[in-house]
């Protein structure tokens, strides 16, 4: 059996993603500790992690995994929400937190993300994929990818960072739709093989066509705490946080299964005023 564990908009290095439980030396001498909420993000990061690492063993597959896009939060916007503006520290953290997930991989590869988040021609994404020795585009000689179109034991993958998603609760639920119908359009314009399942990021929320289309098309939640601008746009936002597991067996129904993974957090109770 083949596997694919697939995550995206981890940010580290931002003071609202994912940060190891001992925090990380900075080369000031100081430390910075991961807040309340960064350690409620790392339970849920090891429990994915555990649960990818499980599944490996447990069918003793090959495992691929595609880190698509945002890995880091660089320098972006004049932001005060980041660990630190040195890149050497922000690759330390990336190492760090992600390595929980690459050192289990048979094989990486990583994928592009926003400009203001992984620099310019995704310079901090690039460095992590030749660290972690991802899978080199062999037309560029880069490490890290605008889009990946893969075929896992006889599966089509495609998976690129950025999609498009409406921001209303009765909008936003069909940008799986959406993807799925346009992936499909799109490979018979192309004349290239229908993917089965499309995977998009950056939204950091949930959609699934399920079993709309030919194509299963599937934007994945982040690893992300709601930041000052997610809060300008709307104040009452609740993170989306998890990842996808797809299971590659001619055995299986369809050939595939896909796990997907959603950590919710609790909801908010009103506050007493007397």
């Given at each position: 059996m083949d596997m694919l564990a697939i995550v995206c908009d981890t940010h580290?290095?931002?003071?609202?993603?994912?940060?190891?439980?001992?925090?990380?030396?900075l080369d000031d001498g100081g430390t910075y500790k991961p807040s309340k909420l960064q350690r409620i993000l790392w339970d849920a990061w090891t429990d994915f992690t555990d649960t990818v690492t499980a599944l490996k063993k447990k069918h003793n597959a090959r495992l691929c995994t595609i880190f698509n896009g945002d890995i880091s939060d660089g320098d972006h916007h004049n932001t005060t929400q980041i660990i630190s503006r040195s890149e050497n520290t922000m690759h330390k953290i990336a190492h760090k937190t992600l390595g929980l997930l690459y050192d289990a991989s048979d094989v990486?590869?990583?994928?592009?993300?926003?400009?203001?988040?992984?620099?310019?021609?995704?310079?901090?994404?690039?460095?992590f994929a030749e660290d972690i020795g991802a899978v080199q585009n062999k037309e560029t000689g880069a490490y890290s990818w605008g889009h990946v179109y893969l075929n896992l034991n006889g599966i089509i993958i495609e998976a690129a960072h950025h999609g498009s998603m409406g921001r209303l609760p009765w909008t936003e639920k069909n940008a799986g739709n959406k993807l799925a119908a346009i992936t499909l359009f799109k490979s018979a314009e192309e004349g290239k093989r229908v993917p089965h399942l499309a995977f998009r990021s950056h939204n950091h929320r949930y959609s699934d066509s399920?079993?709309?289309?030919?194509?299963?098309?599937?934007?994945?939640?982040?690893?992300?705490?709601?930041?000052?601008?997610?809060?300008?746009?709307?104040?009452?936002?609740?993170?989306?946080?998890?990842?996808?597991?797809?299971?590659?067996?001619?055995?299986?129904?369809?050939?595939?299964?896909?796990i997907i993974k959603r950590y919710p957090f609790r909801p908010a109770t009103p506050m007493r005023v007397f």
């Open positions: 580290t290095n931002s003071t609202l993603g994912l940060c190891p439980p001992n925090g990380i030396e990486s590869y990583v994928v592009r993300g926003t400009r203001a988040h992984g620099g310019n021609s995704g310079s901090i994404e690039e460095t399920g079993g709309h289309y030919r194509v299963r098309g599937i934007c994945l939640p982040g690893w992300q705490g709601k930041t000052e601008y997610v809060a300008q746009i709307d104040a009452t936002a609740v993170p989306d946080i998890g990842g996808a597991i797809v299971l590659c067996d001619p055995s299986l129904p369809g050939g595939y299964e896909v």
